[in-house]
């Protein structure tokens, strides 16, 4: 609501001062000005107040900022004198902004040749009704050269606003655009984080069904002997299973919830789009570190669409520990190949590296060597999952030195029939 007054207020001081940009293509009283064209701008703009309102403010703005300047500018200025030359111009912008209502202008937005050539109109219809107020005599009204010059005047001005607005139009629908990329992009990486979620708790579910039955099978065995003292363990192996199974069914209504979330089936992009994605979320995220890292993309090959979480998550993973391996400045190069059936995709980093006693282990969920400012280890889960779901996926990942001997090099091969979807 205040951006609207801010603008109608603005509009309303604007207008006579443009108005004061001018000549005279008559030779004569009637000027040609940038007001019009300040007008016309703001109305389309505009939804509130209605343009007769707004006709109403700027046209006495106008005439009262006129009719106040020449007298600050001239010493013998007469008052009657100056409101009969400038009162017409009232009438200018009142009938503007009455015709403007009339052909229900903003209704045309998205037609620009319709919005130029009812501008047109709207101008001479303005000036029409500005020249009775202004002119006794109707035949100075009635000259062929006289409306031609009209006519010219308000085709190039309203044509001139068209443009500018149009041009203000596809600013703000780009910027509109890129917002609502960054918050598509900002959902899709952690829709991709929540499949990493999901895909671990599939595999407790897996873990809890397989310890339900154990416990079960242990309270059966227990149960067939009979010897003192073993009805109380038999009992609390049962209750073990019963607990365990209420676990279960807890996760499996989670794990429901998360799946109606990631639809498995048509969540598919183009690779390029999807390392775009991981490349701008990681540049943010080491500029928020305060790191230097140079971002590169290498493709080569022709992609099928891919799965959005699956590929996401696992080149974020992998570029996220190369933002994090590197101290303060560095390199992070990503490479997808197009090899035959597979895809091969390559993280690499000029970070302090992996020593070879732990290439073997990096994999093993737990192991890390990555430890806070307070000396806190992370989880070391990250590597684990990339690896337990590249073999999902049937395909392979190993770690080898950088390619110019400093960082690591982390290489993914997944088959295409897994991870994409061909066109």
């Not at 499996?252 to 994605?277: K, N, T």
């Not at 979320?281 to 959005?308: Q, T």
């Amino acid at each position: 609501m205040k951006e609207k007054w801010f603008l109608l207020i603005l509009m309303i001081i604007s207008v006579p001062i443009a108005g004061e940009l001018n000549f005279y293509p008559f030779r004569d009283e009637f000027r040609v000005s940038l007001g019009t064209p300040t007008f016309f701008l703001f109305l389309l703009w505009l939804r509130t107040p209605s343009p007769y309102i707004s006709g109403l403010l700027v046209g006495i703005s106008v005439a009262i900022f006129r009719t106040g300047l020449q007298a600050f500018l001239n010493s013998d200025w007469n008052w009657s004198a100056s409101f009969h030359h400038h009162y017409p111009v009232f009438f200018y912008y009142l009938t503007y902004g009455i015709v403007f209502t009339a052909v229900r202008m903003n209704r045309h937005h998205n037609r620009p040749l319709i919005v130029g050539f009812l501008g047109v109109s709207i101008e001479i219809a303005a000036t029409s009704a500005e020249l009775l107020f202004r002119y006794t005599s109707i035949t100075e009204m009635t000259s062929l050269t006289t409306w031609n010059q009209i006519a010219l005047i308000a085709f190039f001005r309203s044509f001139f606003v068209l443009g500018i607005f149009n041009i203000v139009k596809l600013r703000h629908s780009r910027a509109a655009e890129e917002q609502q990329r960054k918050e598509n992009e900002k959902m899709l990486m952690l829709i991709s984080e929540l499949y990493e979620e999901s895909i671990q708790l599939k595999k407790t579910l897996h873990n809890a069904e397989y310890i339900t039955r154990v416990s079960y099978e242990l309270y059966r065995s227990l149960k067939d002997v009979h010897q003192p003292g073993l009805d109380d363990l038999s009992q609390k192996a049962l209750r073990i299973a019963g607990q365990v199974h209420e676990i279960k069914k807890d996760n499996q209504r989670i794990y429901a919830g998360l799946s109606g979330l990631i639809s498995h089936d048509s969540d598919y992009m183009p690779m390029d789009e999807l390392v775009g994605i991981v490349l701008r979320s990681n540049e943010k995220y080491a500029r928020s570190l305060s790191k230097k890292i140079a971002f590169s993309l290498k493709n080569d090959g022709e992609f099928p669409l891919c799965h959005v979480y699956a590929t996401l998550s696992l080149l974020n993973n992998l570029v996220t520990n190369a933002v994090e391996a590197i101290r303060e400045s560095g390199y992070i190069r990503i490479s997808v190949i197009r090899s035959g059936d597979d895809i091969v995709i390559s993280v690499i980093d000029n970070g302090p590296g992996i020593a070879p006693k732990h290439q073997d282990r990096i994999f093993m969920p737990g192991f890390t060597m990555k430890y806070d400012e307070s000396g806190n280890p992370s989880t070391g889960i990250g590597l684990a999952y990339v690896k337990q779901e590249v073999e999902l996926l049937h395909g392979t990942i190993r770690v080898q030195a950088g390619s110019d001997g400093v960082g690591a090099n982390f290489i993914i091969t997944l088959p295409v029939s897994q991870i994409g979807k061909e066109e």
